[in-house]
Nanobody, 119 residues
Framework: QVQLVESGGGSVQAGGSLTLSCTVP????????MGWYHQSPGKQRDMVAT???????NYADRVKGRFTLSRDNAKNTISLQMNSLKPDDSGVYYC?????????????WGRGIQVTVAS
């Protein structure tokens, strides 16, 4: 299992901004897709944004125009800039990375970061 390092998150008023970052250890030999997923209490985890190795991004409809996902392959890091936050954006955000380690290719989840948007 590859241990992802997540940072960012916290509490903000509606309309505010937050940035989430996720770093994959340099011990891995390769990284394919990476992304952020969101889960609210009692609901399933759903995709927020993903990015391929060459930088192609995909966004959930509900965040298009508000969130921007970027990737720095030199640092094995992705960053999710979240603007115009809404109370419905509250929840736990999880990073996902498809990485190659000593066990081969595997999907690896971060521990999650809490985001709270107050109305």
């Amino acid at each position: 299992q590859v241990q992802l390092v997540e940072s960012g998150g916290g509490s903000v008023q509606a309309g505010g901004s937050l940035t989430l970052s996720c770093t994959v250890p340099r011990s891995v030999s390769g990284i394919r897709d990476m992304g952020w997923y969101h889960q609210s209490p009692g609901k399933q985890r759903d995709m927020v944004a993903t990015v391929t190795q060459i930088g192609t991004t995909n966004y959930a409809d509900r965040v298009k125009g508000r969130f921007t996902l970027s990737r720095d392959n030199a640092k094995n890091t992705i960053s999710l800039q979240m603007n115009s936050l809404k109370p419905d954006d509250s929840g736990v955000y999880y990073c996902l990375a498809d990485a190659f380690s000593d066990i081969g290719w595997s999907l690896n989840w971060g521990r999650g970061i809490q985001v709270t948007v107050a109305s």
